[in-house]
C-alpha cells in the first residue's frame, strides 16, 4: 500500500490550495480514503473522507464549507480542495485509507489505518 500526497505549501490567508493523494497496491474502490492533519503539539485531527464507491463523505466541522474532496477512480487519486485558508489551518496533511475511514472519522478515532508521508501546509502573510 503506497499513499503519496503532494500539493502542499505556504499561501496566505484568504488563499487556496489543492492536496493530492496517489494512491497505489490495493483495491482503491474498495476503501475510504481522507485526510487528517496534525499541527505542533496537537492531536491529529480528521478533516475529510470520500467512499468513492457511493460518494458518501465527511467533513470536520472545522473545514465544513471551506474543503471540498474529491475522487478520480481512472487515476486513483483523492484531492483536498482548501479554499478562506486561516492561520489554524496550519499543519501537516496526510492521506489515509481504510476500509471504513468515514466511520473511524465520525466516531473521533485516530487509528487512520494506512498513512502517507505529510505534505505540510502554512498558512500566513
Known amino acids: ?3 503519496v500526497e503532494s500539493g502542499g505549501g505556504l499561501v496566505q490567508p484568504g488563499g ?3 492536496l493530492s493523494c496517489a ?3 490495493f483495491a482503491f474502490e474498495a476503501y475510504d480514503i481522507g485526510w487528517f492533519r496534525q499541527a505542533p503539539g ?3 485531527e480528521a478533516i475529510s473522507c470520500i467512499r468513492s464507491r457511493d460518494g458518501s463523505t ?6 465544513k464549507g471551506r474543503f471540498t474532496i474529491s475522487s478520480d ?3 486513483n487519486t483523492v484531492y483536498l480542495q482548501m479554499s478562506s485558508l486561516k ?3 496550519t499543519a501537516v496533511y496526510y492521506c489515509a485509507a481504510d476500509r471504513a475511514l468515514i466511520e473511524i472519522m465520525r466516531h473521533e478515532s485516530h ?3 494506512f498513512v502517507g508521508q505529510g505534505t505540510q501546509v502554512t498558512v500566513s502573510s
Request: charged share 25%.
Open 73 to 75: 477512480n481512472a487515476k
Open 23 to 25: 494512491a497505489s497496491g
Open 111 to 113: 487509528n487512520f489505518g
Open 87 to 89: 492561520s489554524e489551518d
Open 1 to 3: 500500500v503506497q499513499l
Open 42 to 44: 496537537k492531536e491529529r
Open 16 to 18: 487556496s490550495l489543492r
Open 58 to 63: 465527511y467533513y470536520a466541522a472545522s473545514v
